[in-house]
């Protein structure tokens, strides 16, 4: 750790703060995205993936720039996502968009779950309503920390969701407020009157940290708007990196 944090391109990875690293479990090796892929991943986790910079650097060609942009210097962290090109022609965008489909199918078989059932705030009122008498003779049990952690989700059983794509664009629901921002994913009960907003951001790794506070600022003003409308706003940032 001590050798790789000391070198200037491939130790990178040592620096990334708060980064849950690639799944190199014997199961995920064995079924998961197949060989090809935890080449890349492992190749650009240390900066040895042939890149034009890479290859120039080693003698094999004359140029680093991009063959896309032009870029004098294309480095990895250019092609994953600093490139121009690759920008404009959705690649990007697409990338984005793949990671946010396993999202909305993860949500979309969750959100049945807690709808069907009736919401946790009732059975702890009831409960708590019966826990604060106690019969002549007896004592209060102690109460434990053995209480089962809640979710968001689990305080109403009405929960709606709208997810934004680039060819499926979401309105922000106009029963909570009215703006021009879309986050990337909207839940929302009318029962709690509580928003969820997810923000997905897929960048290199290295800006994982400053894509978290550049989304918490850009929805900084929608939160304080749906508060205003007695809403319960809760951000969710998830980065994934490229």
């Known amino acids: ?6 070198l200037v391109r491939q130790g990178v990875w040592t620096h990334w703060d708060n980064v849950r690293p690639f799944d190199l479990s014997w199961n995920n090796l064995i079924y998961g995205p197949g060989p090809r892929v935890i ?5 650009a986790q240390m900066n040895s993936v042939r890149t034009p910079d890479m290859l120039k650097l080693w003698g094999y060609i004359k140029s680093a720039a991009c063959v896309l942009c032009s870029e004098p210097q294309c480095t990895l962290h250019h092609l994953l996502v600093n490139c121009p090109f690759a920008l404009d022609q ?3 965008t697409w990338r984005h968009d793949s990671v946010l489909q396993d999202i909305e199918r993860a949500l979309l078989t969750l959100i049945p779950t ?19 008498f106690v019969r002549a003779g007896e004592r209060r049990k102690p109460n434990g920390n053995s209480q089962k952690r809640r979710c968001l989700l689990d305080f109403a059983n009405d929960w709606k969701l709208q997810v934004d794509f680039k060819d499926r664009k979401l309105v922000f629901p106009p029963a909570i407020c009215s703006t021009e921002l879309r986050p990337d994913a ?18 290199a790794e290295e800006g994982i940290e400053a894509a978290q506070i550049r989304k918490e600022a850009r929805y900084a003003s929608l939160m304080a708007d749906i508060t205003e409308q007695k809403w319960t706003p809760t951000l969710l940032t998830l980065e994934v990196g490229a």
């Not at 750790?1 to 000391?6: F, I």
């Not at 009960?189 to 951001?201: C, F, H, K, P």
Request: include cysteine.
């Open 1 to 6: 750790m001590r050798h790789s944090s000391c």
């Open 186 to 203: 909207v839940l929302w009960s009318a029962l709690s009157r509580t928003v969820i907003l997810l923000e997905l951001t897929c960048p």
């Open 90 to 92: 959705g690649r990007y």
């Open 114 to 132: 807690f709808n069907s059932k009736k919401p946790s705030c009732f059975a702890i009122a009831k409960k708590d309503f019966k826990t604060s």
């Open 39 to 43: 080449a890349f991943v492992l190749n």
